[in-house]
């Protein structure tokens, strides 16, 4: 996948040949010959660019749901149902048309869409063990980068609905420092672990909310490069209360591993930068900041 951000790209939910709403000269009507008002949106990412470069990729597909304000979610039943939008790489499209009726709603949107919901408020999810981004094998960072957005009591408008986005996973990025007895530099390429953390979730649809899975198993991630010494990867929000070995760096045949607790904040981005030395048992940890809105 690859997130657009959409902050200027309305979204119009007809099956075929929807005009770009940036050209009001082949714009068709918001109120189509049934009388009724078409359903229009524009999407926003969290950053105002891409949570893993800049842009969604066409055949990215959004799931929406609209529901009539103050009813709650169901998986179906709804106004509109787990409707697929799919990018075409200019617009979004679903494959019918969506008009809207009288009265108040609640839109909900998130990214990925899963096909077949078994449940709004305990939606089984899981972020990938390996988030490298390795040729002719998906891209597991992005893929386990889950989206969340909504909008209350709208009504029906030719004018479009604004969703922002916004991340429901963690984010860490581990930045390789060389400390004062490191000899050369750090190498152009490494093995960087998150490990001793649970990577299945709960996924709540209606308040975009994810839940470490109560049964989940720990387990080790492996980062994404993003440059040289920078490496990232999703985790599921959860806290490490206990002492335990979390993150590893392999480079050059040499095993880095610092225990530590650490919390994983919903929506958060968290630097660390992890100082290495000559002796792999003097490695060191030096907790950054805390970012929302991350890439």
């Not at 657009?4 to 009507?29: F, K, R, Y």
């Not at 809207?100 to 408020?121: E, H, K, L, M, N």
């Not at 999703?234 to 610092?258: A, H």
Request: one cysteine or more.
């Amino acid at each position: 996948m690859k997130h657009n951000i959409l902050s200027g790209i309305c979204v119009m939910l007809l099956s075929v040949g929807v005009a770009s709403c940036a050209d009001d000269s082949t714009e068709p009507s918001a109120i189509q010959s049934n009388g009724k008002i078409a359903m229009e949106f524009v999407f926003s990412h969290p950053s105002q660019s891409r949570a893993t470069e800049t842009s969604f990729e066409s055949g990215d597909v959004v799931g929406l749901y609209v529901a009539e304000t103050g009813t709650p979610l169901e998986i179906s039943g709804n106004t509109v149902n787990n409707e697929a939008l799919t990018f075409n790489g200019s617009q979004w499209n679903s494959s019918h048309p969506l008009y809207w009726d009288q009265g108040s709603y609640d839109v909900f949107a998130y990214y990925p869409r899963t096909p077949d919901v078994i449940s709004i408020t305990d939606l089984p999810f899981e972020v990938s063990t390996d988030q490298r981004v390795v040729p002719s094998v998906s891209n597991g960072f992005e893929a386990s980068d889950f989206l969340f957005a909504s909008a209350k009591g709208i009504s029906a408008s030719a004018s479009p609905v604004n969703l922002q986005f916004r991340h429901i996973m963690s984010k860490m990025t581990v930045r390789l420092i060389k400390g004062e007895d490191y000899e050369g530099d750090i190498p152009e390429e490494a093995t960087v672990y998150i490990h001793n953390t649970v990577t299945e979730a709960s996924l709540d649809l209606m308040a975009g909310v994810a839940t470490k899975a109560s049964r989940g198993k720990s387990k080790s991630v492996i980062a994404r490069q993003n440059a040289v010494g920078d490496y990232s990867a999703v985790i599921v929000p959860q806290r490490l209360d206990n002492r335990v070995p979390l993150v590893e760096v392999i480079m050059n045949g040499v095993s880095f591993l610092y225990e530590t607790k650490f919390i994983f904040k919903p929506g958060v981005h968290h630097i660390v930068n992890l100082v290495v030395d000559k002796n792999p048992e003097q490695i060191k940890i030096e907790i950054g900041g805390e970012l929302t809105n991350w890439d």
